[in-house]
């Protein structure tokens, strides 16, 4: 396999910005979004890639906007490098299966979240309030459990770009307007609906996703919502091994676990620089992102 990509460089063409996974370059009318194999854990970009993941993430995304676009269309214009523009082919090594050009969206300030399981920060505010995201749930409920009805659970962007912050429906309703939140609600989860039957077809459990969601066109005319970013990849959804699920403690999940656990092993502060990590847990976390490649799509990534 070839070396990890850690950094996409296009020439001639604006750079917007790098993320911690992606690179987005302005072309023309539209952007381009490069997943790079860069990984993250704890808020820091680490100093070893995960060759191919970005490629797995870009092939997950792709296949769920062709599954998902019966309930909301999408930013996507291509994934075929062959059709960008001219002045893009010339990288055709560094875009071609893990790049998309996609159209430029007004997006929302915040990201929709739906949780169909308790897990992560959810379980430790239901421990101490017995809710999530403040809305009440039952009492007796396990690290793991299902929940009465999927929830929807926004959540901002903070000021200093590294942790997202839950805030109630009414506050996005303030941030957005009504209509808009209530739009984005159901659109999340009837999103959550059809990709959690989907997973469980293949024996998953889709635990919780994040989407995000922009307008194209003209506000006083035919603007519609579209879903952007990534969808459904194991960096933005908790995926976890049907046949396994066991409430009550932590569940087998399809994710960078391998490069969590690594890292609370070696005891790091979780401050800058970021630790590079061994061949074992690389090998291991790429055989992850495979494995659910593979199990949602049916088909073995393109690497």
């Not at 993250?40 to 490629?55: E, N, R």
């Not at 995201?133 to 200093?160: H, M, N, V, W, Y």
Request: proline residues 6%; contains cysteine; glycine residues 8%.
């Amino acid at each position: 396999m070839s070396d990890a990509l850690l950094q996409s460089e296009i020439g001639g063409v604006e750079l917007i910005g790098r993320g911690k996974v992606r690179d987005l370059y302005a072309v023309g009318d539209a952007l381009l979004l490069v997943a790079s194999d860069r990984i993250s854990a704890f808020d820091h970009v680490l100093g070893t890639g995960i060759p191919g993941k970005g490629k797995i993430l870009t092939q997950i995304s792709l296949f769920w906007f062709e599954l998902l676009k019966d309930v909301v269309p999408n930013h996507l214009i291509t994934a075929e490098v062959s059709e960008y523009p001219a002045q893009l082919r010339q990288y055709a090594e560094q875009l071609e299966g893990r790049s998309m050009l996609v159209k430029r969206a007004r997006m929302f300030p915040a990201e929709c979240v739906a949780r169909g399981y308790l897990a992560g920060s959810g379980w430790k505010e239901y421990q101490a309030n017995r809710t999530v995201c403040g809305i009440g749930l039952p009492e007796g409920l396990l690290d793991g459990s299902r929940l009465p009805e999927p929830l929807f659970t926004p959540a901002t962007k903070s000021q200093d770009g590294e942790h997202d912050e839950n805030i109630s429906f009414e506050r996005l309703s303030e941030l957005i307007g009504s209509p808009m939140a209530s739009e984005l609600k159901r659109l999340t989860l009837a999103i959550y609906k059809k990709a959690a039957a989907h997973a469980e077809s293949k024996g998953l459990i889709l635990a919780d996703t994040k989407f995000e969601f922009g307008v194209i066109g003209d506000p006083q005319h035919e603007a519609h919502i579209v879903l952007a970013d990534e969808v459904l990849t194991p960096d933005s959804s908790r995926f976890w091994e049907g046949a396994q699920w066991k409430p009550g403690g932590a569940q087998p999940s399809f994710d960078k676990q391998y490069v969590r656990d690594y890292l609370e092993s070696i005891k790091w502060n979780k401050q800058a620089p970021a630790p590079s990590l061994p061949e074992d847990v690389v090998k291991q976390t790429l055989a992850k992102y495979v494995e659910a490649f593979r199990r949602l799509t049916g088909h073995e990534p393109k690497l």
